[in-house]
């Protein structure tokens, strides 16, 4: 669909229903949020609505709203941060009159054919700052605050990114608007102690066969930590990056609400995305992931990886 056709339908109806992907990061809240504070301010009259699960973790940046089943049967919902329907949290979506994705990944949409995509953006954050200034709209500093962050966490604090010129020049224009950078910092990275020991337990766990790093976080991992999925999944990532040797760091944790095991993948500079699509994943050059359906599965990627490595080094 043409970006203008966007805002058309949010000038048509008077309900909007704005979802993203489920275990939500601050990316995916921060557009949701930002974009129904923009839209309150634009238009007071309207019914502007928050939902899908909620974060412990980025729980600070706002709240979801909580609503009837009839609310969607008249509305317009708007999902942003993901293109497939599998991921959408919130799938009362489908008695919405109509649908909009708004995304930047480099993934198909199978939701609707109402589909705004802009894979060179760092963080959908950036793509619906964009837009909405393009069409005139004005940010106020809530939104701003929530679209800055999803721009500091999906890009790494401004370390990846296609265009990251562009990237810079929408970031500025949120600190210009009153984005709160220091709140989102804050929040962001300080930890408590016993976060920092729950990395130190990973951090020594992981292992290394040629220039990739893995981590299998079987079931025993939620006994052992009372933490919600991403913690693990998304969390852990981190005691892997950062390392001269390792050139992929891949997280495989299972997750019993699927029934299989999560692969979270991450590189420095080789892309990664086609290993990705091959298990029937996806996302981007270098941040990118796939569902497994066991740990034979999981061997299959690593050994991918490995393949994938070497074949870069010749
Ligand atoms: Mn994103």
Not at 132 to 151: D, S
Not at 165 to 180: R, V
Request: hydrophobic letters at 40%; proline letters at 1%; glycine letters at 6%.
């Amino acid at each position: 669909m043409l970006e203008k056709e966007l805002f058309a339908k949010i000038e048509e109806y008077d309900t909007i229903i704005i979802h993203r992907h489920t275990r939500p990061d601050l990316d995916a809240l921060g557009a949701q949020l930002g974009l129904a504070y923009t839209l309150k301010s634009a238009y007071p009259c309207k019914h502007i609505y928050v939902v899908g699960d909620s974060s412990l973790k980025y729980g600070f940046i706002g709240k979801m709203d909580l609503i009837a089943d009839e609310v969607f049967d008249r509305a317009l919902s708007i999902i942003c941060d993901v293109a497939v329907a599998n991921m959408v949290s919130d799938t009362r979506y489908t008695r919405s009159q109509e649908v909009i994705v708004v995304d930047h990944h480099k993934n198909d949409c199978d939701i609707t054919s109402n589909h705004l995509c802009d894979c060179k953006r760092v963080a959908v954050c950036e793509y619906l700052t964009y837009l909405l200034l393009k069409f005139g709209y004005t940010i106020p500093k809530e939104a701003a605050t929530c679209f800055y962050g999803g721009m500091i966490t999906d890009s790494g604090r401004f370390m990846y990114g296609e265009n990251l010129a562009e990237t810079l020049e929408i970031a500025s224009k949120l600190i210009s608007f009153g984005a709160d950078s220091k709140f989102i910092y804050d929040h962001i990275y300080v930890e408590t102690l016993e976060e920092r020991n729950r990395k130190n337990y990973f951090s020594n766990r992981f292992e290394v066969r040629n220039g990739v790093a893995y981590l299998k976080n079987t079931e025993e991992v939620f006994q052992k930590f009372n933490v919600e999925f991403n913690d693990i999944s998304r969390g852990m990532l981190s005691v892997m990056s950062g390392i001269e040797e390792i050139e992929i760091w891949l997280n495989f944790t299972y997750d019993s609400s699927k029934n299989a095991i999560i692969g979270e993948f991450r590189s420095r500079s080789v892309s990664i995305v086609d290993v990705a699509k091959k298990y029937g994943g996806g996302g981007h050059t270098l941040a990118c992931g796939a569902t497994l359906k066991d740990w034979e599965e999981v061997d299959r990627v690593i050994m991918d990886f490995i393949e994938l490595l070497r074949q870069v080094e010749e």
